[in-house]
């Protein structure tokens, strides 16, 4: 029985994104073991047969003492796992996790979902993670990327060389997401649907809320989210107490939420293919987001959505003016088109094929 180990940095996201890559490796009988944090979800991973180890990991520390203990750890759960295969996602997994599996000679495959904010802006941080990068990603047998300009920019720093495919993001599944009738009612409501993170653009979410609550009664701006950051946390609760927002937190499952919502709004300054954004599309919603690689991606402006300039608070105004007058047949339009770009681009399947793939030729 082949043995497949996967490290990742949440098991939020592995459940939310990749639970059908999992499901699909358990019915061709491989043996899987998880490598990450532990949460609540692990319960569903040992339910569907998946072995478990979960271990201590800063999500976005940078510790060089506690990264280095990281390293240990991958170290000592994989010499005795010796697994055939290891998957990792994000940084610190593809990272540390490569880098030991490079010297164990344990053949992997890395998926790189966005370069994050260390690598936005030249300097001494980009440097460093550029390094880190070329450690961790030297030996292995394929890197995934899930955007065109992510891959251009790893090939440009010669991160890589070869072995790379690009895949559509971690795709959405169209079962699971389906379809949702587009709400009728005069109540206009937008949705941020994000971690609450300043690269998220919650700032230009809450400014744009500010003003469009006053010029528009009948709109509602809803944040659905984990929020870490104290600060954003008292911001988002007097914004709420004002009426001006309303905070669900983190939820499971945002479709009770795009069922009441007519647009959702995605300010980030940075993805690797928005998770957001196709599982809005898929429940026929349309979306306003910015002009970045993982966005443009899958929203067409005037098709499916609208775009802006990244961090221009007044273009993103008067994107949402612009959507608010639109009339109920022109909305529901956009929702359709959304729909069948990510039915017809984004389908999750389209991802579990590449991996199935890329497994079987490595083992």
């Known amino acids: 029985m082949k043995k497949i180990v996967v490290i990742c940095n949440s098991l939020v996201g592995l459940m939310c994104f990749r639970k059908e ?40 520390g940078t510790n060089p003492i506690k990264d280095l203990k990281l390293i240990k750890t991958y170290k000592k759960i994989l010499k005795k796992e010796n697994p055939d295969v290891v998957l990792t996602y994000t940084i610190k997994p593809n990272v540390y996790a490569g880098y030991v599996c490079g010297k164990l000679k344990i053949p992997y495959i890395a998926n790189v979902t966005g370069l994050g904010t260390s690598l936005e802006q030249p300097g001494l941080l980009q440097k460093l993670t550029l390094f880190l990068y070329k450690k961790g990603l030297k ?13 251009n920019f790893m090939l440009n720093h010669k991160v890589i060389k070869e072995n790379y495919q690009l895949i559509p993001g971690s795709g959405v599944n169209l079962n699971y997401h389906k379809l949702l009738p587009y709400p009728k009612d005069k109540i206009i ?18 400014e744009c809320a500010k003003y ?17 950051d104290n600060n954003y946390l008292k911001k988002i609760n007097n914004l709420q107490n004002e009426n001006i927002v309303i905070y669900h937190g983190q939820v499971d499952d945002i479709r009770k939420y795009q069922k009441i919502s007519n647009c959702t709004i995605h300010p980030s300054f940075h993805e690797g293919m928005s998770n957001a954004i196709l599982e809005s599309c898929a429940a026929g919603r349309p979306v306003i987001t910015t002009d970045r690689s993982g966005c443009v991606e899958i929203v067409e402006d005037g098709y499916n959505g609208f775009i802006f300039e990244c961090q221009n608070l007044k273009m993103l105004i008067d994107k949402v003016e612009n959507f608010i007058n639109l009339s109920l047949q022109e909305k529901e339009k956009l929702g359709l088109n959304a729909r069948n770009k990510v039915k017809k681009e984004f389908d999750r399947n389209i991802v579990i094929k590449k991996y199935m793939e890329c497994i079987r030729n490595v083992v």
């Open 21 to 60: 890559l999992l499901e699909k490796l358990i019915k061709e009988k491989y043996k899987v073991t998880v490598i990450a944090p532990n949460h609540k979800f692990s319960k569903d991973l040992i339910s569907i047969g998946i072995d478990f180890i979960p271990i201590d990991m800063e999500l976005r």
């Open 189 to 206: 409501r937008f949705l941020f649907i994000s971690r609450i993170l300043y690269e998220k653009g919650i700032d230009d979410y809450l």
């Open 139 to 151: 030996k292995a047998k394929c890197v995934f990327f899930q955007n065109e300009n992510n891959l």
């Open 212 to 228: 469009i609550k006053k010029k528009y009664s009948n709109t509602e701006f809803h944040i659905l989210g984990e929020c870490s």
